[in-house]
C-alpha cells in the first residue's frame, strides 16, 4: 500500500490565508492543489512535506478563464477539464485544447490543476511547454505584494520554477492578438501517458510573414524554448521549407536522454517532426482566423 | 484530525491521518468496500467515486479534502431495492466479467448520463472517451460500452420519478 509519510494538515479558506498559512510554517510547507502531482510524489516518498496546505477550496476564487484588457487570464486552480472544455480558449488559444486532450485522462482532469502542474514543473509536463509557446506571464503573490514572471523566467528546470516558499501562483495571462494561431502535438506510448516528446507552437502573422513564432517542447531537456528556431522563423514567409528549418533547430538544440520512453536519437527525431507539425498547424489557424 | 465526509447522501464522521486516502476511509473507516483499489498510483482508475458528482479517483484525494464535497459510491446507485439504469444496463448487457472495475465504470457512466440528460443521444466515442481512464483487467470494454449505452437508452423510462 502506498502512502504519503506523515504531515500536518492546514485547509486554506482563501489566498490570503493560504499566504499567512505558508509565512506561518516556513519552507517545510507545501501547496497541495488538485494533488495529482503532489500526492503520487508523496505517496513514492519522493516529496515529503511537514505541513500540507490544502487550497481546494480556493477553486472558486482561482478557478476562471476570463478575456479582458486584451488578454486571457486564467486562475492558477482552473482544472484541466475546464481548460479542455473551455470555448473561449479553443478559440483564442486552440493550443490549450490540443494539450489538454492528451493529458491524463478524464478523471484526473477532473482534479489536476493549471496551478498544479506549472508549480510541479515535471519535465515532461505538456502546460509549461504550452505556456511558454504562448509567451505567458504568470502572477506570483507573496508577503510583498504581486510579481508577473515571464515563463522563460519561471520555469527553473525540471520540479523547480519562480514561485518562492512564501509565494503563490495566482494567475496566467496570454496577449491576444489578431492574426495568431498555436497548435501543440505530443507523442505517447499509451493513451494518458506522459510525453515521449511534445511540441508546442504559436505565431502571430502580419502582412504575409511571420512576426513572431513560438516553439516549446516538452520531455527533451530542462529549456522549454528554442530560441535558434525562434530567430530563423521571424520575418519569413510561412512554407513547409521554413516548418522544416525551424524543427531542424529545435531538434538540434534540445537534450533528450534515453529511458523507457524511447533513445535520445529517436526522441531528437520526433521532436522535428511535432515541431514542424505543430508550427503548420499554428500558422493554418492564424491564416484562417476568423475576424474580430 | 478530524473528517467528516458526507457519502451518498449522509455524513460520516471519523479520527483519521491527515495522509489517509479517500479510497482507505471508504473503505476501512466506514466499510463501503464496493470502491475497489487497485494500483495505487491514479492509473488505473478503480478506485473512482463522484466528488460532487464528477468522477475522481479516490486514491489521489485526502479523505480530509473530501470533507465539504459530496462523495457518490457505488452502493449508492440503487435506491430502495431498485437498480440504477446503469446497473441495470451492465447486469443486460454483460458489462462485467471479473467485476473488479465495474463499480468506477459504472459511477462515471453514471455522471456521464448526468451530465448528458436532455442533450442529444451519446456517441460510443464519447462513452469510450468517458472511461478511458479506467482500466479493465479482463480488457471487456465493448462489452462495458454496450452496457452504458443500454443505459442512456433507457435512462429516463427507468428512473424512478
Redesign the interface.
Known sequence: ?????????E?ATSVDHALELLTLLGPEARL?AG??SL??M??LRLASPQY?I?I??LAAELGYIDAREGEVRIGAMTRH?ELLESELLAAALPIFRDAERVI?????R??GTIGGALCQADPAEDLSAVCAAVDARLLIRGPDGERLVEMRDFYRGPYATAVGAEEMLLEIRVVIEPGSGSAYQKVERR??DWAVVAAGASVKLAGGTIERGRIALAAVGAEVTSAEAQEALAGQRPSDRLFAHAAQLAAAGCSPVTDQRGTAAYKRHVAAVLTERALRRAVTRALSEPPR | ?NVTVSVNGHEHSRDV?????LV?FLRDELGLTGTHWGC???NC?IC?VL?DG????SC???A??AA?HEIGTVEGLEVDGVLDPVQQGFSEMHGLQCGFCTPGMML?ARALLDRRAGGPALTDQEIR??I???ICRCTGYASIVRSIRWAAEHCNQELPG
Open positions: 500500500m502506498q502512502v504519503p509519510a506523515p504531515f500536518e494538515y485547509r497541495l494533488g495529482h500526492l503520487p508523496m505517496k500540507v490544502d481546494d477550496d477539464r491524463a485522462d478524464p478523471l484526473v477532473n482534479r493513451v494518458g | 484530525m491521518e491527515p495522509r489517509m486516502l482507505h495505487d498510483t491514479s482508475g473512482a466528488m464528477a468522477p475522481v479517483k489521489t484525494v485526502l480530509a479534502t465539504g462515471t472517451e468517458a478511458s481512464g479506467q
